[in-house]
């Protein structure tokens, strides 16, 4: 196998919060250096800064609002608008954020908040139903608990090594005392 080198991007992480300490390396030769890179339709900074795919998902999402409300005109009903809301805009903001929900400041998800107090105000999205981020707590969690029960997993093995350790520490503290 090949790298092609024209479909390949270079991208170094800083930390924006510090001066750099050290010259990055040289550019590689045929590879260009990018600022920003999107993989599996997530893009990331070089500072490890989701803000530029909030933004983007967020004005699809907004996209999809606005076809949900002509939807609306046509008289479909709003127990089916709201599935629609489910299946498309909120899957749109949901993608992947296991993965990315960790690097977001407080004012994506301030954005993303928002996104859902709008659906709301629409009557895309019930009040009563969970917050974005009681979501992406939901999917964090049920994405560990299908690593944790599959031992074909890729992480099983670290995980159940954790698990040993900590079910070997914990009944190690409760027999001294």
Known sequence: ????RVKSAEIIFTDCKQKPTHIPPPPTPGISRVTSIKILGITITN???????VRDVIGKCAQSMYALKL?????????????VYKAVVLCKLLYASPAWWGFT?????????????????????????????????????????????????VLY???????????ISDHVHILSH
């Open 1 to 4: 196998m090949r790298l092609n």
């Open 105 to 153: 400041s407080t004012a994506d998800k301030q954005c993303l908040e928002a996104s859902i107090r709008c659906a709301v105000r629409s009557g895309l999205y019930v009040a009563d139903d969970p917050s974005f981020s009681q979501l992406v707590a939901d999917m964090d969690d049920n994405l560990f608990a299908h690593i944790r029960h599959n031992p074909h997993h």
């Open 47 to 53: 500072h490890l800064s989701i803000g530029e795919l």
């Open 157 to 167: 093995k670290l995980l159940l090594d954790k698990l040993i350790t900590r079910t």
């Open 71 to 83: 939807l609306r005109n046509y008289d479909m009903s709003d127990g089916s608008l709201r599935h």
